[in-house]
Structure formats: C-alpha cells, structure tokens
C-alpha cells in the first residue's frame, strides 16, 4: 500500500469509530486523544469527576466492541 492510502483508511477508520461513539466521543477525544487529565476533562465537559470515569469506561468499552476488540464473556 502507498503511504496515503495507509493515511486514508486510519482516517476513515477514526471517522467511524467517532461515528460509532456518538456523543461519548467527547470524553475519548479531551482523555485519550489530547491527554488531559479525567478531572480536566470532567470540567471541560461541566460533570462531576465521577460521572466523567463511569462515561470514559462506557465509551471504552463501546469503542472496543466497535472495534471488536472486547473478550468474549465467560460462562461461568
């Protein structure tokens, strides 16, 4: 593959996973991808630090099934 092609298909990967999450993008794009702190980014987005944990796992754990990256459930 050329370079931008490899370029093309992360963007549109990103796009889709962004798509996936919805309104929970938010919270993976102030953590994950700009690297602010979970008490910025609960500020950042007027919620209480608690609230902000509980979404962040929420729209990590969607994102890995997006992705299809969760572990299969045990049957115990």
């Not at 999450?21 to 608690?50: C, F, P, Q, R, T």
């Not at 890995?64 to 299969?72: E, G, I, N, Q, T």
């Amino acid at each position: 593959q050329h370079p931008n092609d490899v370029k093309r298909n992360a963007m549109r990967r990103h796009g889709d996973a962004r798509t996936a999450l919805g309104d929970n993008w938010a919270i993976i794009e102030l953590v994950v991808e700009k690297n602010h702190s979970l008490g910025l980014a609960a500020a950042m987005l007027n919620v209480h630090e608690k609230y902000a944990m509980g979404a962040l796992n929420a729209a990590l754990n969607q994102l890995a099934d997006h992705f299809r990256l969760s572990k299969a459930k045990s049957t115990r």
